[in-house]
């Protein structure tokens, strides 16, 4: 079961439900060893880093430049069923520390 003490939360999109297909940095997630679902939201056993606002600026910036560019943040990937029934997949998802 994750930890759900010190885990980092993911805050799901409004109206997604599972089942839930998780990834982190291209690695997929298992649910009750890695994460749980926390209401709106994924708790995960680790916690997780988020770039921010900054780091996708700097993405930008760079990638316009032709330079490469990797961020700081953990990549985050959800595909989830959607309220309309259809699937998607959310990334750039709010991530917040355990309060």
Known sequence: MADLQTGTLLRLPAG???PF??????AEQREGSDYAIDGDGL???VPLRF??????WKKLVMSTAGIGFYGRGDAIDVHYTAADGATA???GLQVEPRS
């Open 16 to 18: 997604a439900r599972g």
């Open 21 to 26: 297909h998780v990834f982190v940095n291209g």
């Open 43 to 45: 708790r995960f056993a």
């Open 51 to 56: 770039a921010g606002r900054e780091g996708l």
């Open 89 to 91: 997949v959310g990334t």
